[in-house]
């Protein structure tokens, strides 16, 4: 029987970049059904809320978090309409398909943009940004991805927020998997607004994306979406006066999220959780190095949330039949998303230790003999 870290029976481990594997009291949190007026739901929201926007720190009261319903590019979407002003131009940063996905997202909005692109693995570089900036004036904006899932890339955040910054121009952070992991202290960190979901590091299920914003951005950003239910501004002013959603809360995933914030706490917030996982990654990567496996990133560009293997040379390996082996022995892991070669990934993320990581790697050594690699 599979298990997760704490010791419950699960189908399967999520070795992927979500939804991934949760605790017991993470999914428990869901056996209650609340009413969306119910004072003890609008506290729930409220305390989820202030959570979320403590886990980047800063001056009290300067960030506001919004949640809103869907997965983590709703979010994306939201905040972009939302805070791109309609005459505004967003610079992406594009080293991968999330990068990539935000540029989609402004064709489809009408939004202006820019792309500014690095082969997927090499990290975007700040002093490109700081001369495409000087560059282009009409630039008002600039968006990019913290780690880039595509590939398990870590970018140089504090770089690009300070060339963003001196330029006087304003930050958009795609957090998604690593909000909760990787410390982004928005003392030290500037931005405008930030994004991520509950399925990720917070080891909470999907069903909600939320945005970090500078409150006095959002305030000003009224009317300047083009959509009523991805309007960031409205939802985040509908919490601010009645403490309501403006439609149907996704209410159990909330109380989920709400339990998982509690075990987030308990192992110690960011730095507890960035131990935990830097340590399934080095597990994962020297366990798979001796079945013949080699990381595609280079060791520093490596962030402890997913790892891209090349696909082995030789024919003998057909990921669909890799991928059902492990399946059926209750090890779920993902496709590669590059354009550039064959590969796949494997996550480090999730309610999973040491010890799933291990039991992970003895399912794939045992895999790989059998299908005589
Ligand atoms: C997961 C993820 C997203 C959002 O993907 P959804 O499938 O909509 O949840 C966006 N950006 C990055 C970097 C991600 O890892």
């Not at 952070?173 to 917070?202: H, Q, R, Y």
């Not at 059902?324 to 993320?349: A, E, H, N, W």
Request: net charge neutral; aromatic share 6%.
């Amino acid at each position: 029987m599979t298990k997760s870290r704490d010791g419950e029976p699960t189908e399967a481990l999520l070795l992927t970049p979500g939804p991934l594997t949760t605790t017991r009291a993470t999914r428990h949190a869901m056996l209650r059904d609340w009413g969306s007026r119910d004072h003890d739901f609008i506290k729930l929201t409220a305390r989820i809320r202030r959570r979320l926007a403590a886990i980047v720190g800063g001056r009290a009261g300067a960030k506001t978090c919004v949640p809103i319903q869907g997965s983590g590019t709703f979010a994306v979407e939201a905040a972009l309409q939302t805070l791109i002003p309609r005459d505004g131009k967003l610079l992406i940063l594009v080293n991968g398909a999330y990068g990539r996905r935000m540029a989609e997202i402004c064709r489809v909005i009408g939004r202006a943009f820019e792309v500014l692109e690095w082969p997927d693995n090499q990290p975007v570089d700040g002093r490109r940004v700081a001369a495409a900036l000087e560059a282009d004036g009409a630039i008002t904006d600039v968006a990019v991805v913290h780690v880039e899932t595509t590939s398990g890339l870590l970018n140089p955040l504090a770089d690009v927020a300070d060339v963003v910054a001196d330029a006087g121009r304003r930050l958009h952070i795609d957090a998604m998997s690593s909000f909760g992991a990787i410390g982004i202290d928005a003392e030290t960190v500037p931005f405008t607004s930030l994004f991520a979901s509950s399925n990720k590091c917070l080891e909470g299920v999907p069903g909600i994306g939320f945005v970090i914003a500078d409150g006095t951005a959002l305030e000003r950003a009224r009317g300047n979406a083009i959509s009523l239910a991805l309007d960031l501004e409205a939802q985040g002013r509908g919490f601010e006066t009645n403490g309501q959603w403006r439609f149907t809360p996704p209410t159990h995933v909330l109380a989920a999220l709400d339990a998982a914030l509690d075990q987030f706490d308990a192992e110690g917030g960011v730095p507890g959780r960035f131990a935990r996982y830097s340590r399934n990654c080095a597990v994962l990567c020297a366990g798979m190095r001796e079945l013949g496996f080699t990381p595609w990133l280079e060791e520093g560009l490596q962030a402890p949330i997913i790892v891209t293997f090349r696909i082995p040379d030789g024919g003998w390996f057909r990921f669909g039949d890799f991928y059902d082996s492990l399946q059926r022995r209750g090890i779920v892991i993902y496709p590669g998303k590059l354009t550039v070669m064959d590969s796949f990934r494997i996550g480090c993320i999730g309610a999973v230790g040491e010890a799933e990581m291990r039991r992970a790697l003895g399912v794939i050594g045992e895999t790989v003999k059998a299908m005589g690699g």
